[in-house]
């Protein structure tokens, strides 16, 4: 029997919310790894979020952050400066490449940003304009990332297309070099794709392509929104590959929950985007600046990255063992923790059974279970959802796969 906030909440979604999300669950409270319902009934987050709550719900530095700066000064606009946000770029630029930030505040924005870099930057040396992204990725829902995006069914009926965005296979050195024409200005791809299906780059690629680049003239840029920030043991995803891009855009976890994105450039690229050609309201606001602070804080001082590639590690060997009872487990890949726990079949059976069991994860690509956990977990929750999933994937295959 569901609960009455529960029955009125979706009564209320069903009627006043455009439809498109299909929740499953309500929750009203979260701490760490865990989330609640509004009956007290606990579960296990093996989301985050889709990657935003990294430092999992309500992190007490990001939690204490939000609440003195929401007391001080929460937003002045662009036009006027807070003190927080040239701070925070120089945080993730000392973190990262020397170069410059723009601030967002969201994964789409984010990217829309760093295609209107690439553009300008290529119509400024030799009127290229078009940019090569890859099959599968995800870049966000805007009309341009959409158009970069790699997979054509997120663009159906929102034609036309915007133009300037040619798909070539992931991975595949020889296809870019092929698809590269006058035109070309950018490069731009995820270092590992998340909504594709939990894919990581080959490093060899990511070398030849960036070679490849400076040959040419090309920028590459990285969309690391959801692969930044720690998720996959490194604080940007590029340094896991040892390939540093000309630009790089994130949003998700920058802000563990608050709206928040950005794109840094490098240095000898900074100055394309100038005085008065891109803007936005929110973006850099002080009450999102001090919660990003927060999170490089907690990176610098909780030990968060050596906790993900360890629990990361463990995970994936775990599972790996797991899966190897089932033969519709056709494989377990990723990196810290962004694990994909890949099917022969839709996943999405598997987490519904896993929610079942009180345990919140996602699908990507159709076929994939796809783990994004709070970069704090412990052993023993990491132990409980692995127990969750092995029980998810046993009545998955008495009922589904037997069938
Ligand atoms: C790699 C990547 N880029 C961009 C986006 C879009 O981000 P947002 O939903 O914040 O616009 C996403 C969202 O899932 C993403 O995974």
Do not use: W
């Amino acid at each position: 029997m569901m609960s009455k906030l529960y029955q009125d909440t979706v009564s209320r979604f069903e009627q006043y919310v455009m439809p498109t999300y299909a929740p499953k669950q309500l929750f009203v409270r979260g701490e760490g790894a865990k989330l609640y319902d509004d009956e007290g009934v606990e579960f296990l987050d093996f989301a985050a979020g889709i990657s935003v709550c990294n430092l999992g719900h309500c992190n007490p530095r990001v939690t204490d952050a939000i609440r003195e700066q929401a007391g001080k000064l929460v937003h002045v606009s662009n036009l006027y400066m807070n003190e927080l946000m040239p701070r925070l770029a120089e945080k993730l630029v000392k973190e990262s490449f020397d170069g410059k930030a723009f601030f967002c505040n969201s994964g789409g924005e984010a990217n829309e940003g760093m295609i209107k870099f690439a553009r300008k930057y290529g119509n400024a040396h030799g009127g290229r304009n078009e940019i090569i992204t890859m099959e599968n990725s995800f870049h966000g829902r805007t009309l341009a990332t959409l158009a970069a995006t790699g997979r054509a069914k997120y663009r159906k009926g929102f034609e036309p297309d915007v133009p300037g965005f040619k798909q070539v296979p992931f991975n595949d050195f020889e296809a870019v070099k092929n698809a590269v024409t006058g035109k070309t200005c950018a490069v731009m791809l995820e270092m590992v794709q998340g909504e594709g299906g939990i894919l990581p780059a080959d490093t060899e690629y990511l070398k030849k392509l960036r070679a490849f680049c400076d040959e040419k003239d090309i920028l590459l840029l990285c969309d690391e929104v959801q692969c930044g920030m720690g998720r996959i043991g490194t604080r940007f995803a590029y340094q896991s590959f040892g390939v540093q891009p000309d630009a790089l855009s994130m949003a998700k976890a920058i802000a563990n929950g608050l709206p928040m994105g950005g794109f840094i450039v490098r240095r000898k690229f900074a100055d394309t985007l100038g005085l008065g050609t891109h803007a936005s309201t929110f973006g850099g606001t002080a009450l999102a600046c001090a919660a990003a602070l927060a999170v490089q804080e907690a990176f610098d001082q909780d030990g968060v990255l050596e906790n993900c590639r360890e629990q990361g590690a463990y995970l994936m060997a775990k599972l790996a063992e797991i899966g190897k009872k089932y033969p519709f487990v056709q494989t377990v890949r990723g990196r810290g923790l962004m694990i994909g726990v890949v099917l022969d079949r839709p996943a999405a059976g598997v987490q519904t059974l896993c929610l079942k069991r009180r345990l919140v994860t996602l699908t990507a690509g159709e076929t994939v279970l796809r783990l994004l956990p709070p970069l704090t977990i412990t052993r023993a929750e990491a132990d409980l959802a692995l127990e969750r999933i092995a029980g998810a994937l046993e009545e998955f295959n008495e009922t589904e796969v037997k069938k």
